[in-house]
């Protein structure tokens, strides 16, 4: 389908069969973007390095685009030294964060000499992150949006403002959510597992919005995440338990 970027993880599962996928397709390394992450387990400084190394085995990759620490916990500052390590011997291009909140974020880019690249967060049209947007702007961190269409929650797809403004463009509500989040100077990594999807979620650069129907956009503002916050206990336990004994 022409799509070159690709987002997995340790706790996806799925880093073998990418690398067969690499592999098969013939498609030059340069060309091609990966990010892979580090998951809760294996983030400290011993244990960031052994696992980098699996998932490059896995990914079957000499160097590595996007390297980032999947959730705020557990030693992340000694995962951040062995993956600044990794970087300044160039075997990852950038690194970065996922997950992490405007207090964690800042606190981890006074503390560290090299700053996350990217924040890979929840970013959708019913939760924006705009004021978190800008203050990761005065830190140098950009924003990749996972769950762009909120995976289909709160029938994001059905959203009537939204199937309005996508009427107007002749376009999906897939697309004015993608084409929407480009255009605030978003990363997106929309998931789909149907071909027919994939050739409509690239098709999303031939119409612009408005400023109407931007302001539409930002009245659909939840105030809240659609899956979890990472600042409750309970949800905190369940995530490191999440994959125990299996990474
Ligand atoms: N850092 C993190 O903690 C974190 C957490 C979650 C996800 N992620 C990453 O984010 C990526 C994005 O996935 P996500 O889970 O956040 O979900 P998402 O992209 O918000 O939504 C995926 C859902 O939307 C549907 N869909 C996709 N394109 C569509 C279209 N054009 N029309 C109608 N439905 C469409 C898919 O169904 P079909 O498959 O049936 O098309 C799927 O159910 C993942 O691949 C993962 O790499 C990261």
């Known amino acids: 389908m022409g799509y070159r970027s690709f987002d997995t993880a340790q706790a996806y599962y799925n880093e073998e069969a990418l690398g067969a996928g690499f592999k098969a397709s013939g498609i030059k390394r340069e060309e091609l973007f990966i990010t892979t992450k580090l998951w809760i387990s294996?983030?400290?400084e011993k244990d960031?390095?052994?696992a980098f190394?699996?998932?490059m085995k896995k990914l079957r990759l000499d160097y590595l685009d996007l390297y980032l620490i999947h959730q705020p916990y557990n030693d992340v500052y000694g995962a951040w030294r062995a993956m600044s390590k990794l970087y300044k011997e160039g075997r990852i291009k950038a690194?970065?964060?996922?997950?992490?909140?405007?207090?964690?974020?800042?606190?981890f880019c006074l503390n560290n000499e090299i700053k996350p690249a990217v924040n890979q967060i929840e970013c959708n049209p019913l939760h924006q992150r705009?004021?978190?947007?800008k203050l990761m702007g005065e830190y140098g961190v950009a924003v990749e949006s996972w769950a762009s269409f909120g995976e289909g929650k709160e029938n994001m797809f059905?959203?009537?403002?939204?199937?309005?403004?996508?009427k107007k463009h002749n376009k999906s509500v897939a697309q004015v959510i993608l084409n929407w989040l480009i255009g605030r100077d978003i990363i997106v990594i929309p998931k789909t597992t149907r071909k027919e999807r994939m050739v409509e979620n690239f098709d999303v650069f031939d119409f612009e919005l408005d400023s109407d129907d931007k302001a539409q956009i930002t009245g659909l503002e939840?105030?809240?995440s659609l899956f979890l916050d990472h600042r409750d206990p309970e949800k905190v336990k369940w995530l490191i338990?999440?994959?125990k004994g299996k990474i």
């Not at 705009?130 to 947007?133: E, G, K, S």
């Not at 059905?158 to 996508?166: C, D, H, V, Y």
């Open 42 to 44: 294996h983030a400290n």
């Open 48 to 50: 960031a390095l052994k």
């Open 53 to 55: 190394d699996a998932s």
């Open 95 to 107: 690194i970065g964060v996922s997950n992490f909140l405007p207090d964690r974020l800042v606190d």
């Open 130 to 133: 705009a004021d978190f947007q």
């Open 158 to 166: 059905e959203n009537p403002t939204l199937m309005k403004i996508a």
């Open 222 to 224: 939840k105030g809240e």
């Open 241 to 243: 338990e999440l994959h």
